[in-house]
């Protein structure tokens, strides 16, 4: 779970902002908090209102940054590759700041590092105990020495397990997080614990998921449809709820060569697949809301291809259609299914952006009520940045998970909550927030001061 994410110095980002999922003093909706773990619980949704341009997609970018860094890192003389605030020039020499406080496996962590774009200036990792903070490691690379490992000292208490530690720390390139050098040399394999180290490395790349307006989440579950009756049976179960009007979805095999690509990259995927020596490769091919799944037998190729079933008038048998036949709306629902089911298994942030896009209203409340009327035992969390003002509504979230972003005068963005905001429990929000009260929509100017629209009397 996220308890608590903080940037500072990064895209529309100036100072240091913070956004928080721990609950607010309001008593309702009790089922959105998690149980707590040491004293702290955290809230199961969040949703990020604002104008256009007013940094909810910066935000999202800035948690995907991190994720991304850790796990896939920096080559070598290669730069960090980011975006600096770039409209206050006394910060082009100072560094960015990113941090995460996040639980995970019965602890709570703070982990973070401030960087530029050469190296890693700081890097820290702790325990978020009851009474104090344990430090587990520290960075900092205008201190000698520059790795302080006491904290894993602790747990390594044999020579061998302590100097590999060491040696694996002064290996961590200036450009490369000692958590991504880590997760890379495999470093448990040598040493006696670093449980805290391998937690934090497995939120990031197992618990945390962030999909943008254009990514599909989980497109490969569909190729299990044929082998998991359980599976098919909850996709065609959510597909009829959500009025897709689809009866049926399946798995048809077709020729290879009737994948509609353009006939040079066919031929170039046939090639590439032939040539590996693997047997269990399989390979997913999404092409204008068409999905293929290509696997290898006896030197063959085999292609599946996700299809939808509608009834027909007059006709007992189903008929199948592309899904490139059906809606970006249906395509959508399609797409968001995979992610309800794993929402509602538990032990997964997902943080989506843009989540409304080609849906009615009506289906991504639908969505938030499905979670959040069956998360009371499940700890999940669904982070979205919106324009859907009709999830501006305390009959389904509570105060403390409706965020604002806003642009200052500086244009940086800025973040608050309806928490700061004395309301009641019961009044209406999303007029108000349409009018400007909490100041998270568009500034538009004077229309009467247009000069390059046409007049009635030219």
Same mark, same amino acid.
């Given at each position: 779970? %996220?308890? #608590?994410? +903080?940037?500072?110095?990064?895209l529309s980002f100036r100072e240091r902002v913070s956004f928080s999922m721990i609950p607010g003093k309001g008593t309702l909706k009790q089922h959105h908090k998690s149980n707590p773990i040491k004293g702290i619980s955290t809230l199961k949704a969040g949703v990020v209102f604002g104008a256009n341009a007013s940094g909810k997609s910066n935000l999202i970018k800035a948690i995907d940054f991190g994720k991304i860094l850790l796990l896939r890192g920096t080559k070598s003389d290669y730069p960090i590759n980011y975006q600096k605030f770039k409209l206050d020039s006394k910060l082009n020499d100072s560094n960015s700041r990113i941090e995460y406080e996040i639980q995970h496996k019965g602890k709570n962590y703070a982990y973070g590092f401030s960087f530029n774009a +050469?190296?890693? =200036? @700081? @890097?820290?990792?702790?325990?978020?105990?009851k009474n104090k903070d344990i430090k587990i490691f520290e960075r900092n690379k205008n201190a000698r020495p520059i790795f302080d490992l006491d904290g894993l000292y602790k747990k390594n208490r044999k020579e061998e397990h302590k100097q590999f530690l060491n040696f694996t720390a002064k290996g961590t390139p200036n450009n490369q997080l000692f958590l991504t050098e880590i997760r890379t040399r495999k470093v448990k394999d040598n040493v006696k614990d670093i449980s805290d180290l391998l937690n934090v490395i497995d939120w990031f790349q197992n618990s945390l998921k962030i999909v943008f307006p254009d990514e599909k989440y989980k497109e490969g579950i569909k190729s299990e449809l044929k082998d998991d009756s359980k599976l098919q049976i909850t996709f065609e179960e959510l597909l009829k709820y959500f009025d897709t009007g689809i009866d049926g979805i399946c798995l048809e095999k077709i020729e290879f060569e009737s994948i509609e690509i353009p006939i040079k990259i066919l031929? #170039?995927? #046939? @090639?590439?697949? %032939?040539?590996?020596?693997?047997?269990?490769?399989? =390979?997913? %091919?999404?092409y204008k809301n068409n999905t293929y799944f290509i696997s290898k037998s006896n030197n063959e190729l085999v292609v599946h291809k996700f299809m939808t079933k509608h009834k027909v008038f007059g006709q007992e048998n189903l008929i199948s259609f592309d899904t490139s036949d059906e809606s970006d709306g249906t395509n959508r629902i399609i797409d968001f299914i995979p992610l309800i089911m794993d929402l509602l298994q538990g032990n997964n942030v997902f943080v989506v952006d843009e989540m409304e896009r080609s849906l009615h209203p009506n289906l991504i409340m639908d969505i938030f009520e499905i979670f959040l009327d069956n998360c009371e035992n499940v700890n999940s969390q669904l982070i979205v940045a919106s324009h859907e003002s009709s999830l501006l509504t305390q009959k389904l979230l509570r105060k403390d998970e409706i965020w604002f972003v806003v642009k200052d005068e500086f244009g940086a963005s800025q973040l608050h909550s309806l928490e700061e905001y004395n309301i009641r429990f019961d009044k209406e929000i999303r007029k108000d927030y349409l009018l400007g009260r909490y100041k998270a929509v568009p500034k538009i100017g004077n229309r009467n001061k247009l000069t390059v629209l046409p007049t009635q009397n030219s």
């Open positions: 779970m %996220l308890i #608590r994410f +903080t940037v500072e110095n990064f +050469t190296e890693i =200036v @700081e @890097e820290w990792l702790y325990e978020l105990a031929e #170039r995927i #046939r @090639e590439d697949l %032939l040539e590996q020596k693997s047997e269990s490769i399989r =390979v997913i %091919l999404p």
